[in-house]
């Protein structure tokens, strides 16, 4: 379950850097290592593919060193869903944040979350 959850964060932060300049799977898989996230290529593959067939991502293919590298870089659409993320995300931590230090992960009531 909680993978469902990161599953979300990679793909911002996937799109983050996509924005900021065209990237290639490699590459990325180091980048969210420096987040916490350990990624093979057999699940990163799969995303960053998705992420192109929604329209979310283009894909340029370029030599470096003899061999075809695939890199991928945020349309319109991928960058207007970063925007939307960050403003849910911003408004998420608003939020939570607040009293997130407290927060144990003991089972509470339903609809509660037990601080400690």
């Given at each position: 379950m909680i993978r469902d959850f990161f599953l979300g964060f990679i793909k911002i932060h996937i799109l983050f850097h996509a924005t900021?300049?065209?990237?290639?799977?490699?590459?990325?898989?180091?980048?969210?290592e420096?987040?916490?996230y350990?990624?093979?290529p057999g699940t990163l593959y799969p995303i960053l593919h998705k992420l192109e067939k929604r329209g979310y991502l283009q894909t340029e293919r370029r030599i470096v060193n003899g061999k075809i590298r695939k890199y991928y870089a945020a349309t319109a659409l991928g960058r207007s869903a970063?925007?939307?993320a960050y403003e849910k995300a911003r408004e998420l931590?608003?939020?939570i944040g607040p009293?997130?230090?407290g927060?144990?992960?003991?089972?509470?009531p339903p609809?509660?979350?037990k601080t400690k």
């Open positions: 900021e300049a065209p990237v290639y799977g490699l590459e990325m898989i180091r980048e969210l420096t987040h916490g350990r990624l093979s970063l925007v939307e931590l608003g939020e009293g997130a230090e927060i144990s992960q003991q089972e509470g609809g509660k979350v």
